[in-house]
């Protein structure tokens, strides 16, 4: 079974191509040998009616020579007068005579008639007397003469008949011719070999000619030159009787090597003419659908290609057939609806879903990046790590819900005080979040910080459990400003650090670590003010 | 193209100049002839057998006499013949007489016919299809 999922579109439409080609010029061949066989039949066909009017033409002069041999004999005196005699005394010895004399003296057409033999009958048609033969004739008069000579009337009896009939796989030809002139007293039979006179028709129609008797004998061959050749087209005609039975079969030769010769010659222009023509619209063919398709399908499985390595962005020309167009469209937009669904699914992997700022995961590898960012460019970095206070007695208070809301209104605030683009608030994990601040020194970051502590204070949000009443948060903050030596877990590690020492400070406040996680800073803190964290 | 088509029509016209030629030199017999009786080949057979005193005359010339021709028939050319040798061939009026000469495209006989006509017989025949309806009904030839 053939694979064909292993096989490109070129490939498979070049072989087509090629195969279609290959079945023109094979067609080519075939219809030119059609053709010789038609030509030849058609030219046998002809011949044979050349060769059926020169057989009739030669048994017409065979009929004139025997009438004539006919007439001689019966003018002859002997003849008439041992007619007389056989009439008078009823003794038909001269008349046997009369009847062998042309055969021991001869005759006036003795060189073109092979004459067998002589009878005569009745005017009831019946045998009276008739030379000798070596051939057993029957006795009668052939069956073709008789159908025409008997039941005849009036003047029709005196009429001439003749035909062609056979005897032993051999053919004769006889006349039956009145005798007595006008005053008919019987018939003369006069009857011939006609193998000899066929001979003839060797001469009229130019072409060599071989005589079959009925058993396929052959009586006469070609004395001609070109008889044994081997590019002789054989024309048979079966010569048949007056009684429409075969008798002798003629076979002419016709000459056709210059025919042949002719042949190879068309042909070979032809097919030579049809391997051109068809490698040209092969060529034509293959050119077109090179165009308008191999290069359209090979540009979109290119693209295709890409579009499996990953790169979703691909879009594939539509300028093609109507079929491909289709296609071209149908992936470009299953293409955009992919692009759409992973943009989606990477927003849903990035943010948090509650408070819709960066995750964990998301703010792991934005701080790498900032981090490399900053080893570049020699800028410092900072880090802010924020906790909502007392959050545990928030949600016992307030339950899940409201403790839900707290946490949004929290985003809500990082968002508000993140206002340069590279500011990345995040949601750390639980009530933790962080502020990633590129390109921003120590004061800035305090400034922040005691910003969002501010902003806490105004928004009020109300916290029952808290002696406060409002919802409040700690902050750590760390500046990297020798980033290569400040990887980023050592900035969360500080700023975790600074967080812990904020909350051990009673909470609502801010500390400030420094590059090595010890802190410098502490908005109100005292040492002795440590309280345990949430 | 021009030079062509006036070839055409050059032939054509040669062609049709033959044909009107040809067809001139070569009348047909009249259908009948008054006072003569027109007959066919079987009717010559059947004559021959009930009127022994027949003339048959064969209006051709001697050479195609000689080559064959209706046993018992006279040769006398047309344009030879006298009423003074009709006379002796038949001597009563009412002798019947035969004509024929080659077919139905040869005038001797009618002719012939004609002058007997006038010289006053009664009973003639005219074998208008004459000596080629003879051959072709294949009938005995003298020679």
Known sequence: MLRIN??????????????????AVLAQIMAAQYFRGAAFTAQ????????????????????????QLGSEIQARAEFRDALGHLQRTGEPGA???????????????????DLVRLRVFDTQLQPVLGSTSAI?????????????????????????????????????????LPIGGLRLLGYLEVTANPTHNL???????????????????????????????????????ILHGSENEPVLRLVSLSDVSQFNQDWQQTAWLAVIAVIVLVGLAALLVLAILNRFVFRPVDSMKREMARFAAGDQSVIVGTNMLSEFAVLADTFNAMSRELAAKIEQLKQL??????????????????IKQEWQRALRSHEPISLLMIDVDHFKRYNDYYGHVGGDNCLRAVADILRQVAKRSTDLPARYGGEEFVLLLPNTPVPSAIA??????????????PHAATELGYVSVSIGVTTCYTVDTCPPTRLIESADHALYEAKHAGRNRLAVAGEDGVTNKCTGCSDSAVHEAD | MNKRNGSLIALCAGLLFYAATAAAEKPYAPDSIAGTTRITAETVVNLAATLPDLVIIDSRHAEAFAKGHIEGARNLLDNDMRRADMARLAPKPDTPLLFYCDGERCLRSSHAAKLAVEWGYTRIYWFRGGWQEWIDKRLPVTR
């Open chain 1, 6 to 23: 292993h096989i490109s579109l070129r490939t498979l439409m070049v072989s087509l191509v090629a195969l279609l080609a290959l079945l």
């Open chain 1, 44 to 67: 046998r066909q002809s011949l044979i009616y050349v060769v059926e009017m020169a057989s009739a033409e030669v048994l017409g002069q065979l009929e004139a020579q025997l009438v």
């Open chain 1, 95 to 113: 008349l046997q005579a009369a009847l062998q004399d042309p055969f021991e003296h001869g005759f006036a057409n003795e060189r073109t008639t």
């Open chain 1, 136 to 176: 057993a004739f029957p006795p009668g008069l052939p069956a073709g003469l008789l159908k025409q000579a008997r039941h005849r009337e009036g003047a029709d009896r005196l009429k001439m008949v003749s035909a062609l009939w056979p005897l032993n796989e051999r053919a004769y030809y006889s006349v039956l």
């Open chain 1, 199 to 237: 001979r003839a028709i060797e001469a009229m129609t130019q072409m060599p000619l071989t005589i079959h008797d009925g058993a396929g004998h052959t009586l006469e061959s070609s004395t001609r030159d070109g008889a044994n050749r081997a590019d002789m087209l054989p024309v048979e005609y």
């Open chain 1, 349 to 366: 992997s990035r943010y948090d879903s509650l408070t819709h700022l960066a995750n964990r995961q998301y703010f792991d590898v934005c």
């Open chain 1, 448 to 461: 922040l910080a005691d910003e969002i502590l501010a902003l806490f204070k105004q928004q009020n949000l």
